[in-house]
Each structure stands twice: as structure tokens, then as C-alpha cells.
């Protein structure tokens, strides 16, 4: 079945730059979505289509795809960006076959 | 403003049946394919199932299928989860997701979850 493979745990000082990766074999046929989750809350969505930022979402997130590898980046990490974030990339012929997150990476920023 | 009210969650025996419902608002529900994922005590997402806009099709995870069964109400922009069987391993909170997209689905707006758990 199909994985996609993230760090359980990524950790940064405030102001830094958080990278958190998304690996998985089909990405370079696929968009990935990305989903922050606070603690005790319902997960949001922050990046759609690789690169794209919802309404709301501050510009300091950012996101890439390139090869096999995803990223999302997080630019001058804030202490409020502390939170749980998976990916998620499903098939794009309409055949809606995968469904697969990441098992999800825990950003620490202090 | 899109708002996805889940209910139905609560503590049931091994081996008995739940009804999740989601209310939606906020959106023309009826444009919209809609989805359940779930979340176990201290674990990732794990998506459950998935109903397409009209209720023509219909798509499951291994772990639920045979088991629960997904539809939705457009007359009332209600989406069911009628869980059946049910067992340890489903004790979850379970979300209701709006999905969005054309060729690919995915998940834009969460309720804030229905806590099921199964406990003799």
C-alpha cells in the first residue's frame, strides 16, 4: 500500500526556519497537502496543491515538492506554530484510491 | 462561514453499533463529495470512509469496510457514519470533512470531531 514518510519530530528556536519533510514514491506525479494540528484542536489546512496558502494562512508557511520529497517550510517559526503536521497526497486520475497521511511530525518551538 | 457539527459519539460495548451525523452549513452541501477520519488517543489521522456528492459512490478503508456504512441526506446537508461491529481498535474522535477538488480529493474544512470509544 501506498506511505508517505515524515520525522516524527522536528524542533526549532523561535525566529528560525522549520523544515518538515514528506517523502513518498508517487509525489513526483502528485500534489501534497499539508494540515497543522494544535493541541486539542481539529486540524487545519495550511498548504494545497505543493505551494499553495489558503486564505488566512500566514505567509511565513510556504511549501515544495520536488522529486520524491515534500517540504513544508516554516519561515521565522513562531512559538504559536507549535502543533502537529501531517501530509497528505491523493491520487489525481479521479480513481480516489489513496488516502494516505503522514504519520505525522511534532514541530517543538522554544 | 462553513460549520461541520458532529454528534452521535459516545461509549458503546464491543461487538455494537453507533450513528455519527455531521451537520453542515456554510456551503452548498450538495456540490460537495464529504469524508469521516478519524483520530485514536495520542495517534496520527487515519481517513474511514468517503461519499461522493450525488451518494452514488462510495469508498472505505480495509479497516471499516463490511462494517460501516457512509451516506448523506442533501435535503437535510446531513452526512451519516453508521458504524456497526465495532471494536477497540475503532475508538477514536471521529471528524467530519468537507472535501474539495476535482481529479483529487482532499480535505479543506474539519469538524471539531464525535469521541467514540469501545470499552466492555
Known amino acids: 500500500s501506498y506511505e508517505l514518510t515524515q520525522p516524527p519530530s522536528v524542533s526549532v528556536s523561535p525566529g528560525q526556519t522549520a523544515r518538515i519533510t514528506c517523502s513518498g514514491d508517487?509525489?513526483?506525479?502528485?500534489?501534497v497537502y499539508w494540515y497543522q494540528q494544535k493541541s486539542g484542536q481539529a486540524p487545519v489546512l495550511v498548504i494545497h496543491?505543493?505551494?499553495k496558502r489558503p486564505s488566512g494562512i500566514p505567509e511565513r508557511f510556504s511549501g515544495s515538492n520536488s522529486g520524491t520529497m515534500a517540504t513544508l517550510i516554516i519561515n521565522g517559526a513562531q512559538v504559536e506554530d507549535e502543533a502537529d503536521y501531517y501530509c497528505?497526497?491523493?491520487?489525481?486520475?479521479?480513481?480516489?484510491?489513496?488516502?494516505?497521511f503522514g504519520g505525522g511530525t511534532k514541530l517543538t518551538v522554544l | 462561514e462553513v460549520q461541520l457539527v458532529e454528534s452521535g459519539g459516545d461509549l458503546v460495548q464491543p461487538g455494537g453499533s453507533l450513528r455519527l451525523s455531521c451537520a453542515a452549513s456554510?456551503?452548498?452541501?450538495?456540490?460537495?463529495?464529504m469524508t469521516w477520519v478519524r483520530q485514536a488517543p495520542g495517534k496520527g489521522l487515519e481517513w474511514v470512509a468517503a461519499?461522493?456528492?450525488?451518494?452514488?459512490?462510495?469508498y472505505y478503508a480495509d479497516s471499516v469496510k463490511g462494517r460501516f456504512a457512509i451516506s448523506r441526506d442533501n435535503s437535510k446537508d446531513t452526512l451519516i457514519l453508521q458504524m456497526n461491529s465495532l471494536r477497540s481498535g475503532d475508538s477514536a474522535l471521529y471528524y467530519c470533512?468537507?472535501?474539495?477538488?476535482?481529479?483529487?480529493?482532499?480535505?479543506?474544512?474539519w469538524g471539531q470531531g464525535a469521541l467514540v470509544t469501545v470499552s466492555p
Open positions: 470533512v468537507k472535501l474539495t477538488g476535482r481529479m483529487s480529493w482532499y480535505f479543506d474544512y
Open positions: 456554510g456551503f452548498i452541501f450538495s456540490d460537495f463529495a
Open positions: 461519499i461522493d456528492k450525488r451518494a452514488d459512490v462510495t
Open positions: 508517487a509525489l513526483p506525479k502528485r500534489y
Open positions: 496543491e505543493d505551494t
Open positions: 497528505y497526497s491523493p491520487d489525481n486520475t479521479g480513481v480516489h484510491s489513496d488516502w494516505v
